[in-house]
Antibody, heavy 120, light 113 residues
């Protein structure tokens, strides 16, 4: 059974750096056909893809947020970490991690998401 | 970046009637070497994460009812719910995975009339 679980702070202050962790089970981050994406959704708004990483350490980032994002993985812990610098209230959103297959890359299984609020 | 445009933003359909959602991409998502459209549809119910319904524009995921169907090619795609059920109330998103950055449409909210 594939599961993904996001963890991290629920509240961050403007200008701070956000660090989110995705812990996966039911598949391995060393599988050459599998990776993890981060996707966010502001309250009441649409989905926005942020980044993904594959077992080869191949990474891709959102064009508009590239300068603020870093994605990494710890295969031994089955974890993928996303950092986003210089947080702003407009970054308030539910942040999802999701399994991503190399066939595409296609996003198939999603975590439940974690709501992050940016406020002083 | 490929821009995905969905229409309408919302629609209300009577139970048992057909619901049709359109999705257009700013450039083709058809990969000529394998003749596959890199287009997915997701369903998001209130308070839940999105769920993958259809990939490759028309392939239903395992367990997805056959009242859901996807069609189209190149830049124009459609998601059809042939006979709307109460449990289909949700927001539906199209997404292209032809190239990174992956991009989503703005979503279409489906309600019961």
């Amino acid at each position: 059974q594939v599961t993904l679980k996001e963890s991290g702070p629920v509240l961050v202050k403007p200008t701070e750096t956000l660090t989110l962790t995705c812990t996966v089970s039911g598949f391995s981050l060393s599988n050459t056909r599998m990776g993890v994406s981060w996707i966010r959704q502001p309250p009441g708004k649409a989905l926005e893809w942020l980044a993904h990483i594959f077992s080869s350490d191949e990474k891709s980032y959102s064009t508009s947020l590239r300068s603020r994002l870093t994605i990494s993985k710890d295969t031994s812990k089955s974890q993928v970490v996303l950092t986003m610098t210089n947080m702003d209230p407009v970054d308030t959103a539910t942040y999802y991690c999701a399994r991503t297959t190399k066939y595409g890359p296609l996003v198939d299984y999603w975590g439940q998401g974690t709501l992050v609020t940016v406020s002083s | 970046d490929i821009v995905m445009t969905q229409s309408p933003d919302s629609l209300a359909v009577s139970l048992g009637e057909r619901a049709t959602i359109s999705c257009k991409s700013s450039q083709s998502v058809l990969y000529s070497s394998n003749n596959k459209n890199y287009l997915a549809w997701y369903q998001q119910k209130p308070g839940q994460p999105p769920k993958l319904l259809i990939n490759w524009a028309s392939t239903r995921e395992s367990g997805v009812p056959d009242r859901f169907s996807g069609s189209g090619s190149g830049t124009d795609f459609t998601l059809t719910i042939s006979s709307l059920q109460a449990e289909d109330v949700a927001v539906y998103y199209c997404q292209q995975y032809y190239s990174t950055p992956l991009t989503f449409g703005g979503g279409t909210k489906v309600e019961i009339k």
